[in-house]
């Protein structure tokens, strides 16, 4: 590798940092190898942490001259390198500063921050630092490549979950994120709506954190021992999504249960183009269009 920190020194964004990153090493493998990139970035070691109940933790001064990362030893592999890129931005994102003077530490509620509220500046340090990590270990380039042609389905995180050596759920992100189609992927634990990943073009998720899984949901009728993701099945939008006024839209949902009472499950929106809308198709071509794709 050739990379150095001063080829970042201008940088402050996870995703300015990542692209840097990915311009200056053309030929960065996938995996990605986190522990090599993060030691040519001047984090001199990474040892385990021992702290109960912390995942990741940074030890550094204030001018960043030099990094520790510590890292939850047991944790699964995926989760492992997620740790290590999360702590790699919180030394690379200058304006980070830990509650403890010198030492970040990080929980898993924290590598599961995605969005902060407007001045909770905690929130956003740990969002970026997950956006980095992300960013960093799921490359989108690399993604769009590998991302199979057709319909979605989640039947492909576990395949981008090994091929980029992460965890599901960060695949299942940069699924939703990436992925041409309108989709949202829902993390539920215990039938509890926990978080949503979703793409640039889906709409607000009115179905809220914390409550759970809206009633007319095919969660209830899925066998959640079963660790297969589901057929698609129609659900009325609304019992999901807030569509823009007069916005015509249909719905399908997959469930793939997972380990420790979690499950995913995929929001895949299909919107109706309206009339003025630049689509010189028939209505009759259309139809046609929609029902090759079910075949
Ligand atoms: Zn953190």
Same mark, same amino acid.
């Given at each position: 590798m050739k990379i150095s920190r001063m080829d970042l020194a201008d940088t402050g964004?996870?995703?300015?940092?990542?692209?840097?990153?990915?311009?200056?090493?053309?030929?960065?493998?996938?995996p990605v190898p986190i522990e090599e990139l993060?030691?040519?970035?001047?984090?001199?070691?990474?040892?385990?942490?021992?702290?109960?109940?912390?995942?990741?933790g940074l030890?550094?001064?204030?001018?960043?001259?030099?990094?520790?990362?510590?890292?939850?030893?047991?944790?699964?592999?995926g989760r492992r390198r997620f740790t290590i890129g999360h702590e790699l931005g919180h030394f690379l994102i200058v304006?980070?500063?830990?509650?403890?003077?010198? /030492?970040? !530490?990080?929980? #898993? &509620?924290?590598?599961?921050?995605w969005s902060a509220d407007q001045g909770d500046r905690y929130a956003?340090?740990?969002?970026?630092?997950?956006?980095?990590?992300?960013?960093?270990?799921?490359?989108p380039p690399a993604l769009r490549k590998f991302i199979p042609k057709g319909d979605p389905t989640l039947a492909h995180i576990p395949l981008i979950a090994k091929h980029f050596d992460v965890s599901k759920e960060a695949a299942a992100r940069a699924y939703a994120r990436y992925h041409p189609e309108h989709l949202a992927i829902v993390v539920i634990k215990d039938g509890i709506v926990r978080r949503a990943h979703k793409g640039p073009t889906f709409p607000w998720i009115s179905a809220s954190y914390g409550k759970p899984v809206p009633r007319?949901?095919?969660?209830?009728? /899925?066998? !959640?021992?079963? #660790? &297969?993701?589901?057929?698609?099945?129609?659900?009325?939008?609304?019992h999901w999504v807030d569509l823009k006024e007069g916005q015509r839209a249909e719905l399908f949902e997959q469930v793939y249960p997972q380990q420790d009472g979690y499950?995913?499950?995929?929001l895949w929106l299909e919107i109706e183009e309206t009339e003025e809308a630049d689509d010189d198709r028939t209505s009759a071509q259309r139809f046609k269009d929609q029902q090759g794709r079910w075949r």
């Open positions: 964004s996870p995703m300015g940092l990542v692209t840097k990153i990915l311009s200056i090493e053309k030929e960065l493998p996938i993060a030691k040519q970035l001047d984090i001199e070691k990474i040892a385990p942490l021992e702290t109960e109940g912390f995942e990741g030890v550094t001064d204030d001018a960043r001259s030099t990094g520790f990362i510590l890292v939850n030893r047991a944790a699964p592999s304006s980070h500063k830990p509650v403890e003077p010198g /030492k970040f !530490l990080c929980s #898993r &509620a924290d590598m599961a921050k956003r340090m740990e969002a970026e630092a997950n956006e980095f990590s992300g960013l960093l270990l799921i490359p007319a949901s095919s969660f209830y009728a /899925k066998d !959640l021992r079963q #660790r &297969a993701a589901s057929e698609l099945s129609p659900i009325i939008p609304e499950a995913l499950l995929m």
